[in-house]
């Protein structure tokens, strides 16, 4: 067991945004945080490695209470990447050797130098070593902000929506690469999502929250019909195409913008009957 | 481990080659510009003389006397007092995340106006006298002094007492900045609005800022404080860049962001305050050079830190020599002369773009 969550309780001015947190994740798993927005996921990613610290609750890694660990020995075994990264005049290798960070003193080393190459490698993005951050795309600065992660060299690696403002394929690509490092490094990832589909295909573990605590958590069996429905919301159906689970909201529209009444008279029948219990 | 693999980046080192190039020639050009800062004025002495007096060899008496007792006091603060406030400079721009910070940017400068007229007006130190140069003399300049880095650290300690309120907010420190400039500037009026001719005169005087003014001990506390702060802004240089990348990457990589800027700001603001009151207000220096360093060679804390420092004192002692020989005989103050030589610099460098 590589992280463990207990009895967490995190207060925004005396308002309870997360109570009663518990789970844990074992190496070499991907952890998906879901749950519409303004639930909580973020601010929960944000505990994990004490950028907010929680009002009650214990967090450990590897065994130790993060609280009890130094601001930089909590930065060795946790990396994390924000949903929004920051530019500036530098070049990708410059953004990229901060993540030594954690383990320079004075100055940087030749082995800080060695592995931030590496990495480069590791992630295919060698044309990026000189270019400037400010002149980048959003997948470039993400491939980027997840490499200086990835050299902190880091046990568990925090992601906050990491594919979220990003296309398909860069969505693929660097949900790929997640999968492989996690999978060669024996590291854990905890990452908040948005969407179902990809956090199906991607993810080992799922958490739902909702109101403040977590709804359910487990593997894939956990994400039903009703499930879904009930942390959202919104009801859905699950298919399979290619042996691939598919996540579909049901809606009035059928694709082409015009309401198909007859395929969908149950949806209208479903929402009315709810709508009327809401108003009463 | 898995990272091993890794070769050396030499591409990389190449372009890193470069930046430390630039901050060397800076240095070069820094010392070519000292020697002949003490090479001219009123009386010219030849380079080679200035050399050798520099290095303890007794030209003459007299041109030792000038460049020992005048004009090497003056180069060195110039050079001081542009490093102490261009690194001041670059540090503020960090920590309030605000391209338009400068040291003066907290309200520091026209709080040390403030103070100066405080004592010049109510404490009765400004007094006018028809010396050679027709100058106005204060006649007290250590209360001047004092007063004037009371009132810079008072501003001082409201921002810093107003960042630990509102948790460090950059935008709340940048506006209760310009809010105590404003209310520092209103109280200079007012104080001005009852003074004589003679404290009024003494008051304008004082806030045109001027290396000039101070002697060897003077510019000993300057270098002590200025170099001190150099020292701990490159020392923190890795948590600058950190805390650029967005505070909560910094947090992710161990930084504590609110500490460093706390302490940031409180050294900036030191060495503002003991350059303003004893110079005066030169603004200017704090504000354009980082970012004629930035356009050269980009916003790498390693290199723009001490890239910034040199530019800082190159400016000003640049500044300062063109400021003692354009109407020559006279003298004009510095700080008139900054803008003078940097905005045009400045302006070519924001069209030209960024190097590439």
Redesign the interface.
């Known amino acids: 067991m590589i992280l463990s969550v207990d009895e967490l309780q995190f207060l925004y001015r005396n308002t309870k945004i997360l109570d009663d947190i518990a789970f844990s994740i074992s190496e070499g798993e991907i952890v998906a945080i879901l749950g519409p927005n303004g639930v909580g996921k973020t601010t929960l990613l944000k505990c994990l490695n004490r950028i907010l610290v929680p009002r009650e609750g214990v967090v450990s890694v590897c065994g130790d209470p993060i609280a009890s660990l130094g601001l930089m020995e909590v930065a060795r075994r946790i990396g994390y990447v924000p949903q929004r990264v920051e530019t500036g005049r530098l070049t990708g290798f410059d953004a990229v050797l901060l993540g030594r960070r954690p383990h320079i003193g004075w100055d940087i080393t030749e082995k800080d130098l060695r592995i931030v190459d590496a990495a480069f490698k590791k992630f295919m993005i060698d044309h990026l070593r000189l270019h400037y951050l400010d002149e980048m795309s959003g997948g470039e600065l993400q491939l980027i902000a997840i490499a200086r992660a990835f050299v902190q060299e880091p046990k568990i690696l925090l992601l906050d929506e990491p594919t979220s403002a990003l296309d398909l394929k860069n969505q693929v690509e660097i949900l790929d690469l997640i999968r492989n490092i996690v999978t060669d490094h024996r590291i854990a990832v905890v990452m908040t999502m948005h969407d179902l589909n990809t956090a199906l295909r991607y993810a080992d573990r799922f958490i739902f929250l909702k109101d403040q605590s977590i709804h359910t958590y487990g593997d894939r069996s956990i994400i039903t019909e009703n499930e879904i429905e009930a942390v959202y919301g919104v009801p859905v159906q699950i298919g399979e195409l290619w042996g691939v689970p598919c996540v579909i909201p049901q809606c009035l529209c059928n694709g082409n913008g015009k309401s198909k009444e007859e395929e969908n008279q149950h949806i209208v029948q479903k929402r009315e009957s709810r709508a009327y219990v809401r108003y009463r | 481990m ?8 030499h ?3 190449g ?1 890193t080659y470069q930046k430390v190039l630039f901050i060397l020639g800076g240095i070069g050009i820094l010392f070519v510009l000292l020697i002949v800062s003490i090479a001219v004025g009123a009386v010219s002495i030849p380079p080679v003389e200035v050399i050798m007096t520099l290095i303890g060899q007794n030209v003459t008496d007299k041109w030792d006397r000038i460049i020992w007792n005048i004009r090497l006091p003056q180069a060195l603060t110039a050079i001081v007092a542009g490093a102490g406030l261009s690194v001041a400079g670059v540090a503020m721009q960090s920590i309030l995340r605000n391209p338009l910070a400068s040291p003066f940017t907290l309200g520091i400068s026209n709080a040390g106006a403030f103070g100066a007229a405080v004592a010049v007006i109510i404490f009765g130190t400004g007094l006018m006298t028809s010396t050679t140069a027709g100058a106005v003399v204060i006649n007290n300049p250590y209360l001047t002094t004092i007063t004037a880095f009371a009132f810079c650290m008072l501003a001082t300690v409201v921002i810093i007492a107003i960042a630990k309120i509102k948790a460090s907010s950059p935008e709340v420190v940048v506006l209760a900045g310009v809010a105590l400039s404003s209310l520092f500037t209103a109280g200079v009026m007012f104080l001005q609005y009852f003074a004589d001719d003679t404290q009024l005169a003494a008051v304008v005087h004082w806030t045109f800022g001027d290396v000039g003014r101070a002697g060897w001990p003077e510019l000993t506390l300057m270098a002590v404080i200025t170099i001190a702060a150099c020292i701990y802004f490159i ?1 923190n240089r ?2 600058y ?2 805390m ?3 505070d ?2 910094a ?6 962001v609110e500490r460093l800027r706390n302490a940031g700001m409180v050294v900036a603001a030191l060495v503002t305050s003991v350059l303003v009151s004893f110079l005066g207000v030169i603004g200017f220096v704090g504000l354009v050079c980082p970012h004629m360093v ?1 356009r050269i060679i ?3 804390q390693r290199y723009l830190i001490p890239g910034s420092i040199v530019m800082g004192a190159v400016l000003l002692l640049a500044s300062d020599t063109v400021a003692r020989l354009i109407v020559a005989p006279y003298v004009l103050p510095v700080a008139i002369l900054t803008a003078f030589m940097g905005a045009p610099i400045f302006i070519y460098l924001l069209l030209r773009g ?1 190097h590439r």
Do not use: F, K, S
């Open positions: 898995h990272l091993a693999d890794g070769e050396l980046p591409d990389y080192l372009y020392a890795w948590n860049n950190a650029d990348a967005g909560e990457t947090r992710a990589l161990g930084v504590n930035r980009g916003d790498e960024h």
